[in-house]
T-cell receptor, first 113, second 114 residues
Framework: QKEVEQNSGPLSVPEGAIASLNCTYS??????FFWYRQYSGKSPELIMF????GDKEDGRFTAQLNKASQYVSLLIRDSQPSDSATYLC?????????????FGKGTHLIIQP | EPEVTQTPSHQVTQMGQEVILRCVPI?????FYWYRQILGQKVEFLVS????????KSEIFDDQFSVERPDGSNFTLKIRSTKLEDSAMYFC????????????FGPGTRLTVL
């Protein structure tokens, strides 16, 4: 059974601080890792993707991947009230014909002004 | 910037009726997907489609569901006989291919089965 686990939160962070979101996954054969942002009633919006161990930075966002620990994280620097949303971790498993993403339940992030 | 579009935004139907949800993937993308999200729950994969055939499907995608690419731009999800538990947001997504596999989601169709 493919599982992606996230703390549902809510995670409350003061404006301007760093928000740290975490995700673990069950299948060691996973190859692609994604972070999506979802505002209430809206569709998932791609924030970051990462394929290799280590850090990947894009603006205020940094994704971190540790395949040995089966752990993915997302750091948001200089958090803004507009960052308040649910953040979804998604994993694409390797293996023949595996296309679909397995999503976690998401972490609800609240940035307090 | 190219984006995935979906119609209608909201569909209300009676239990047992057939519904067709429509999507226009990003034009140079080759892989298309359907996901659903029941209110308050996680996003769940239904099916992927490539080269005019199903590439992968989940346990949710049973005989009540079908997908089709009726022309060069549209991608559809049909639910033959809707049930109350089919009420959900249905998202279409597309990706360039399986190597460049970042999936971009459309705005979704909210399906309400009465």
């Amino acid at each position: 059974q493919k599982e992606v686990e996230q703390n549902s939160g809510p995670l409350s962070v003061p404006e301007g601080a760093i928000a740290s979101l975490n995700c673990t996954y069950s299948d060691r054969g996973s190859q692609s890792f994604f972070w999506y942002r979802q505002y209430s009633g809206k569709s998932p919006e791609l924030i970051m993707f990462i394929y290799s161990n280590g850090d990947k930075e894009d603006g205020r966002f940094t994704a971190q991947l540790n395949k040995a620990s089966q752990y993915v994280s997302l750091l948001i620097r200089d958090s803004q009230p507009s960052d308040s949303a649910t953040y979804l971790c998604a994993v694409r498993y390797s293996g023949g014909g595996a296309d679909g993403l397995t999503f976690g339940k998401g972490t609800h992030l609240i940035i307090q002004p | 910037e190219p984006e995935v579009t979906q119609t209608p935004s909201h569909q209300v139907t009676q239990m047992g009726q057939e519904v067709i949800l429509r999507c226009v993937p990003i034009s140079n993308h080759l892989y298309f997907y359907w996901y659903r999200q029941i209110l308050g729950q996680k996003v769940e994969f239904l099916v992927s489609f490539y080269n005019n055939e199903i590439s992968e499907k989940s346990e949710i995608f049973d005989d009540q569901f079908s997908v089709e690419r009726p022309d060069g731009s549209n991608f559809t999800l049909k639910i033959r006989s809707t049930k109350l538990e089919d009420s959900a947001m249905y998202f279409c997504a597309s990706s360039v291919d399986r190597v460049v596999d970042t999936q971009y989601f459309g705005p979704g169709t909210r399906l309400t089965v009465l």
